[in-house]
């Protein structure tokens, strides 16, 4: 069936059986044509090329131009120094991990929080995150802010 927007031209849908139906009516209709039929006579086809071939003299020796410059500055190549690897370069830090992978850390709150909404782990983010630096403060001496105090935790829904 054609489509209704095209009921007066279209003689073919577009299924697989249907294309190849409509290319093989339309090369037909292209090899009787007299335009197709200049291309059907093999005399025709040598002159065409042998005309080509005087407009395009050299065409098939053009290899790569030497004297030409390329687009962009040759590379310099710059020696590098071997540096060994030390292992505390190769443990990748937790802070790493996590952070690098910015859906994990809101799966994990989310998850924690019981709840999927921005507002809520915002709010439980900011909390970790100033638990975070309290313990962190702890552990190098500098807790300005004091002791972390079960009382915040109660008062949070986490």
Not at 37 to 51: F, G, S, T
Not at 115 to 129: C, G, K, N, P, W
Request: net charge positive; charged share 25%; with cysteine.
């Amino acid at each position: 069936m054609p489509d209704a927007r095209h009921v007066r031209d279209q003689h073919y849908c577009s299924s697989p059986e249907c294309r190849k139906a409509s290319k093989k009516a339309s090369q037909k209709r292209w090899l009787e044509s007299a335009k197709g039929a200049e291309y059907r006579d093999p005399e025709e086809n040598k002159r065409r090329v042998r005309l080509w071939r005087e407009s395009n003299p050299g065409y098939w020796r053009r290899g790569g131009q030497k004297d030409s410059t390329a687009l962009q500055d040759t590379l310099n190549l710059q020696p590098v120094d071997n540096e060994a690897v030390t292992n505390k370069l190769a443990v990748a830090a937790l802070q790493d991990t996590l952070f690098s992978q910015p859906a994990l850390v809101v799966g994990l709150i989310a998850h924690l929080s019981g709840s999927a909404l921005q507002d809520t782990i915002v709010e439980v983010a900011r909390h970790y995150v100033s638990c975070g630096q309290d313990i962190l403060d702890n552990q190098s001496g500098n807790n300005t802010k004091g002791d972390y105090s079960n009382a915040s935790m109660q008062a949070h829904p986490v």
